[in-house]
């Protein structure tokens, strides 16, 4: 008993890294909408105290948990002048005065990436405190935050001391709770009028006012210099995009309007004229302010909501980033009623068309169109599967969906995979195999790596049947085939549980009592799944009683060794 508890002991990290790593995915996947991606984001900076002009930099790493590849993602990362970051972030002091985007960023299942962020504090940078945020996500889909609306970003604080060169940088900021947009129509909304008697909410923050197709939408953008000298030649850009402008190329209205002077220590105010859609959706307002120099000083979003009937994709993805001949491939989309949140009009009689194309010939490989006789708030998502078997190898396609009716898309959008732009496939498998021996007291277990001579790095876990009680645990590393044999009471049945760091999988094998001189493998009766995005719900629950056992004997253990230290 002693060895096993040493065995224990020694891969008691690898059971609680295990345990946290699950109950966060499968949390984050019972709390997550169905238009969300789950993934994760791990943001890490040197140090938490600088001088101006100092290089600030950081590590990000972002984590895939579903059981589908992530394409063309992206990570968007800002600087802030601020102390906690809080939502409403209307309500917020903050400023953001830089922002970078990192395109481009594919993963497959389980998979996770390194991304190396640098930036040199200005060296007039006043001191104070400051945050770097994060936010990562797909075009219509959420992983961590929402870029668009300052919300639920990964972030860091840290402090900036004064240098010789420190001033006042930034010297001016948006106020965002005076700040709005809003069109001179007023819409009484299915809320009905707000406290204040107006017909429709106020225009500021986030959310984003009601807006008629077509509208002129009237800025005021208030702009507070922050420094005790005069700004001259302040120049404030609204620019309106689609849904989140981080991943817009153009846009589709902009205004500029120049203030001459800003005294110190006070407000000017900028007023901007744009023209809404005639499309309803929701719309970024992009809110940027610079110096004469051009220099970005002030970053902000507002939001503008398009009234009107529509639906919108919230998610399209490919269950593989290779499409194999011969072999089922499956894909999924979401829809979601429009943005429309103001008046909530019901969505009839409308098609969804689908299609996917090899992008290596141009050729039309599936193509499906799918009725859809109503969305609305109640309904909320309506979820698609459309299955494919190609006839030969396709490593470039792109996947396409459009929202129509009555000859007008309400929307579309277009997802591309592209094998070269993904980690290799792992060409690899870890054969596990369990058969009882000498009438049952013995459980031989071999571990082979499929092709063979290859290197193992694995982890397996002996258990009683109950998944109560450890027998013996073990880190396995080695090439090609490890065989262990291991003495157990042969009157009862047992679990193996193998986990692959290679192909992050685990494997359940279910060890029962055999005939006198029969030997059989458990390997046939094996529950295997990834370690993030189970297929099956009895696979999660195996997995978490498997998981509790794992944790409840390890603090039990250490119990045990805490008492005969006191002994002592």
């Not at 089922?328 to 103001?342: L, Q, R």
Request: net charge neutral.
């Amino acid at each position: 008993m002693e060895g096993i508890n040493g065995a224990f002991m020694n891969s008691k990290k690898f059971s609680i890294f295990f345990f946290a790593l699950f109950f966060a995915a499968f949390a984050l996947a019972a709390t997550s909408d169905s238009s969300q991606v789950n993934g994760d984001l791990i943001l890490s900076i040197e140090k938490t105290q600088y001088t101006a002009g100092e290089t600030i930099n950081a590590e990000i790493t972002v984590l895939s948990m579903e059981n589908f590849p992530i394409a063309e993602a992206k990570v968007v990362v800002e600087l802030a002048k601020g102390g906690q970051p809080y939502y409403p972030s209307t309500l917020s002091a903050d400023n953001i005065f830089f922002e970078q985007s990192f395109d481009g960023i594919n993963l497959r299942a389980a998979e996770s990436k390194k991304i190396n962020f640098s930036y040199k504090l200005p060296e007039n940078l006043s001191a104070g405190d400051y945050r770097i945020d994060a936010y990562f996500r797909t075009e219509r889909s959420a992983i961590v935050g929402l870029a668009h609306i300052f919300l639920g970003a990964k972030a860091k604080q840290f402090t900036v001391k004064n240098s010789a060169k420190s001033q006042g940088f930034p010297e001016a900021k948006i106020l965002r709770a005076t700040t709005e947009f809003k069109d001179s129509e007023n819409i009484l909304t299915v809320e009905g009028p707000n406290p204040s008697g107006n017909p429709e909410p106020a225009g500021i923050g986030p959310i984003g006012p009601p807006t008629k197709p077509g509208a002129a939408i009237n800025g005021k953008v208030f702009v507070q210099n922050t420094t005790g000298q005069a700004l001259s030649n302040v120049e404030v850009t609204a620019s309106l995009c689609v849904w989140d402008d981080t991943f817009c190329s153009s846009f589709l209205s902009q205004g500029k309007a120049v203030i001459g002077s800003i005294n110190a220590n006070s407000t000017a105010e900028a007023d901007i004229t744009l023209q809404a859609p005639s499309r309803p959706d929701a719309y970024s307002i992009r809110l940027e302010v610079k110096k004469a120099d051009g220099q970005l000083i002030s970053l902000y979003r507002n939001r503008a909501v398009v009234v009107g009937e529509s639906a919108r994709i919230r998610k399209l993805y490919s269950q593989n980033v290779e499409l194999l001949p011969g072999k089922n491939t499956e894909f999924y989309s979401v829809i979601s009623p429009g943005a429309d949140h103001w008046l909530r009009p019901e969505f009839r009689n409308f098609s969804l068309k689908f299609s996917v194309q090899d992008l290596k010939t141009g050729e039309i490989l599936l193509q499906k169109t799918e009725q859809i006789p109503l969305i609305d708030y109640k309904i909320n998502f309506i979820a698609s599967k459309f299955e494919f078997v190609p006839q030969k190898e396709i490593l470039n396609y792109k996947v396409c969906e459009a929202i129509e009716k009555s000859g007008v898309t309400f929307d579309s959008y277009c997802v591309v995979y592209d094998s070269s732009k993904f980690s290799k496939i792992i060409n690899y498998s870890l054969d596990s195999t369990a058969i009882r021996s000498r009438d049952n007291s013995e459980v031989e277990m071999k571990f082979c790596t499929l092709p063979s001579g290859q290197e193992i790095n694995a982890n397996y876990q002996l258990l009683s049947e109950s998944m109560q009680d450890f027998v013996s645990v073990e880190n396995l590393a080695g090439k090609d085939c490890i065989s262990r044999i291991i003495r157990v009471d042969p009157s009862k049945k047992y679990v193996l549980a193998v986990t692959d760091y290679v192909t992050k999988t685990q494997k359940i094998i279910s060890i029962g009592l055999v005939a006198e001189n029969q030997q059989v493998s458990g390997g046939q009766s094996a529950a295997e799944q990834r370690l993030f995005g189970g297929s099956t719900i009895i696979l999660i629950i195996e997995a978490i009683v498997l998981l509790i056992g794992v944790f409840m004997i390890f603090v039990a253990l250490t119990l045990m060794k805490k008492k005969k230290r006191k002994k002592k």
